[in-house]
């Protein structure tokens, strides 16, 4: 079903009525979206023919302009360290000042679902003001068949207007911009900001509130699965690899940012990806960049040559995070379901700048819910503003941002779900070896992958290991095909001296940062710490 309506009231759920709105564009495809957005002068077209759009001053997530209602449903279920407060009387204005700014404006409207599962999917309908918006939410979410359209009913609502501004002290907000959850109502007010990202993540923050009461464990993770039903995790914060080691041309993909894991495997929340493109090139990571070729695909902040409309993906001179997202079926190798079954591995990514970590290493259940509250990776000099050397980075989870309730309702869902169905739980270094960023070199992606296969297929759990010095994991000594020197990170640095320092600092980062978690673990977790003692002799 794809219509206009000029018609109202509209009902997104039972407490959002849309009056007088000049039209509502319901459930365009691709060309109408293209016709729309380019009409409106929204977009410009890139050789190949992707929709190229700019966001403005908001180049990526406004996480310190988000905020949920606080109410007698998330009073003591919420995180509210991690997560700001807005009070029902608040929301309820803004509300109501988003219903009056949308009046006479024409609108889109999106039906589709978050989660391959469909015992646990969630109806969404998002409302944005552009076409591009509409365009982005639908690829990124799963789009029901044309006989499901006529009855679906909307679980969760969107609203999205770039052009809304908010009132600070009228709406309890911190700046112009809001990104509003109330998660007793299920509904989303995205204003004063045109990066889209918001609406995809606010739809994974409600599931990873919907879903842990249901023994669910929701994941900002990408997976894949090979031909023998063996599919992995992999779980990582931006810029750690995520997206290109799961889009693996020998293996399934099911998805690259966003999954559950529940009583019949794992799921996509997805329908789509969301790729970073800075620096992207076809020979490293072709089934990515054939997507920015394609009719569909619509590419965020990426520069286009003035006469021919190629994309340059080594000018950041806008933002480092510029993306493409398209739907998942544009990668060669992707599942048709989104589902495959439990994982038989576990891979946490970090891009460890200060060079400490080893290419690989094996963990314990004990090891990996420590690693996994912790959620380190670090950032280098010149990717955010004001940062020159490298600086750790700890994302509970992977993904605080998107995380209502507290990190070990997550961390004891995934412990007991690793040790139900016995995966095997590796740490990967995609980051810097042979010295810190700045005297080192990023890791070798040919190493992480011949190193990743072999933990997929099995065939590592057969090389030799070490215990890690510092971090008490099984660490490999050798494995065929590969320069093996790069398994010990301490060998690799010229200065052995300097390794040592490096070390000890890194390990007191993560003490220092898991002393809020101390408290929520066992002693199995708290065993898994990193020796400070040993690494500083």
Excluded at 1 to 24: E, H, K, R, W, Y
Excluded at 343 to 351: C, D, E, F, H, V
């Amino acid at each position: 079903m794809t219509q206009t309506s000029t018609t109202g009231p509209i009902a997104g759920t039972d407490a959002i009525s849309l009056t007088n709105l000049a039209a509502v564009h319901w459930n365009y495809t691709e060309p109408r979206l293209y016709e729309e957005s380019l009409k409106r002068g929204e977009s410009r077209l890139a050789e190949g023919g992707a929709l190229t759009v700019e966001t403005g001053q908001h180049t990526g997530r406004s996480a310190q302009d988000k905020f949920i209602v606080r109410d007698s449903t998330t009073e003591n279920t919420v995180w509210w360290d991690n997560n700001k407060p807005m009070t029902q009387e608040h929301f309820d204005l803004l509300l109501s000042d988003f219903v009056a700014h949308a009046e006479g404006r024409e609108l889109f409207a999106q039906d589709l679902y978050g989660g391959a599962d469909p015992s646990y999917r969630l109806p969404v309908r998002v409302y944005t003001e552009y076409a591009w918006h509409s365009l982005f939410i639908r690829n990124l979410l799963l789009r029901p068949g044309r006989d499901e359209l006529a009855d679906f009913a909307a679980k969760m609502t969107i609203i999205d207007l770039p052009s809304f501004k908010t009132d600070p002290e009228r709406h309890g907000c911190r700046t112009e911009t809001v990104i509003a959850c109330d998660l007793t109502r299920m509904i989303v007010l995205v204003g004063g900001t045109s990066y889209a990202g918001e609406m995809k993540k606010s739809v994974f923050s409600y599931l990873n509130f919907l879903l842990p009461p249901q023994g669910v464990m929701p994941m900002h993770c990408s997976a894949n699965v090979g031909d023998n039903g063996d599919s992995a995790l992999f779980f990582g914060l931006s810029g750690t690899g995520k997206t290109t080691l799961s889009a693996d041309p020998d293996r399934t993909l099911i998805g690259d940012d966003e999954h559950g894991w529940g009583e019949d495997g794992i799921f996509n929340f997805e329908g789509g990806c969301y790729a970073k493109t800075i620096r992207l090139t076809r020979e490293a990571e072709p089934e990515i960049y054939a997507t920015t070729e394609r009719f569909g695909t619509v590419l965020e902040n990426v520069v286009l040559d003035e006469d021919t409309h190629k994309p340059d993906f080594f000018d950041g001179s806008k933002t480092e995070n510029t993306r493409c997202a398209y739907p998942i079926h544009f990668i060669p190798n992707a599942s048709a379901t989104g589902r495959a079954p439990h994982p038989k591995s576990i891979i946490m990514l970090t891009a460890d700048a200060f060079g400490v970590l080893p290419p690989i290493a094996r963990m314990t259940p004990a090891q990996a819910m420590y690693h996994f509250l912790s959620g380190y990776t670090a950032k280098v000099a010149g990717t955010e503003k004001g940062v020159t050397e490298p600086q750790a980075t700890f994302s509970t989870c992977f993904g605080a941002p998107f995380m209502p309730r507290h990190p070990s309702e997550y961390g004891n869902l995934l412990r007991d779900l690793i040790a139900r169905h016995d995966a095997t739980c590796w740490l990967v270094n995609t980051g810097w070896t042979g010295g810190a960023y700045g005297v080192g070199e990023r890791m070798p992606i040919k190493a992480t992958r011949r190193l990743l296969s072999a933990a997929l297929d099995g065939s590592l759990e057969n090389a030799s290991f070490r215990q890690d010095e510092h971090f008490g994991f099984d660490v490999p000594i050798a494995l065929d095909g590969l320069d093996n020197g790069i398994l010990n990170p301490r060998e690799t640095w010229a200065d052995k001296d300097a390794y040592d320092a490096q070390a000890a600092r890194l390990v007191g980062m993560f003490v220092e940062n898991f002393s809020k978690f101390e408290n929520h673990v066992d002693d199995s977790v708290l065993g898994a710490a990193p020796c400070y003692s040993i690494a500083a002799e």
